[in-house]
């Protein structure tokens, strides 16, 4: 079947066939994305989203897959506050990101927005509970108030007995955990994560993916995961394919 065939409306969620999923979630949107297009210009013109139109739920957990070079990155960047579209609206809650000026931007990613990302991106030189604690630097949280919510993060992902661990003394599967931890300690409405488990044994992979799940369930986040693993993505309520630029439901 083709892709054209397959394709559903994307304004709702799919119901998922498993017994244990979460039921759909019907809640206020999370995310608007309407008639969404991204063009990057230079000697050629590249088209990475074509004419997007898409609703996320608030709550909802969803899984993007698709080819290397069709579009992934891009809307997991415009999901997260990092870049504009070229035409079309963003909106974010009740905020529309599509024309916020670059701090604007800034704010609303260290407010509301946590990221994950497959390479950790901790800093080397900083030990765990350092490296969480940096999160809250640009909102401005006093250092106790850091301090305090730093290890609780930490103790939420079953780090409290490794705070003061560089991540050179940390497995792969513990730095995720300091980098998730790093996401939460924000408090934030959206979880972001872009091939979060890609550097991950599958065991390990399994544990960061329930920890994320169960966090999702705990604390209502929304959670959207960009991922070329299909046994990640079936674990999501909901899952997009992106290919030349063009959604559709799987």
């Known amino acids: 079947m083709s892709a054209a065939a397959s ?18 979630q019907r809640s206020t949107a999370m995310y608007r994305l309407e008639h969404v297009t991204k063009e990057y210009r230079g000697k050629r013109t590249v088209t990475a989203l074509k004419d997007v139109t898409l609703e996320i739920p608030a709550g909802q957990h969803v899984a993007i897959q698709g080819p290397t070079g069709g579009g992934k990155s891009t809307l997991l960047q ?26 604007k931007l800034a704010g609303v990613r260290a407010a509301q927005l946590g990221f994950v990302f497959q390479g950790f ?7 765990a509970q350092e490296n969480v604690e940096a999160a809250l630097a640009p909102l401005g949280v006093a250092a106790a108030e850091r301090t305090r919510r730093a290890g609780e993060a930490l103790a939420a992902v079953g780090l409290a007995d490794r705070a003061g661990h560089v991540p050179g003394e940390l497995s792969g599967g513990q730095q995720q955990r300091v980098a998730i931890a790093r996401a939460l300690v924000k408090e934030p409405e959206v979880l972001l994560a872009d091939e979060p488990t ?9 544990e960061i993916l329930e920890l994320l799940e169960g966090i999702r369930r705990d604390r209502g986040l929304t959670l959207v995961v960009v991922t ?6 079936r674990r999501a309520e909901r899952r997009l394919h992106l290919m030349d630029g063009v959604v559709t439901e799987r």
Request: charged share 20%.
């Open 7 to 24: 394709a559903r409306p994307l304004t709702t969620a799919v119901p998922s066939n498993e017994p244990n999923a979460d039921p759909p």
């Open 78 to 103: 415009m999901l997260g506050a990092l870049d504009r579209p070229t035409s079309g609206r963003v909106v974010l809650g009740e905020a529309e990101l599509s024309h916020l000026p670059d701090a």
């Open 121 to 127: 991106n901790l800093i080397p030189t900083l030990s």
């Open 198 to 206: 890609g550097a991950l044994d599958e065991g390990t992979r399994d």
């Open 228 to 233: 070329h693993d299909s046994a990640v993505a």
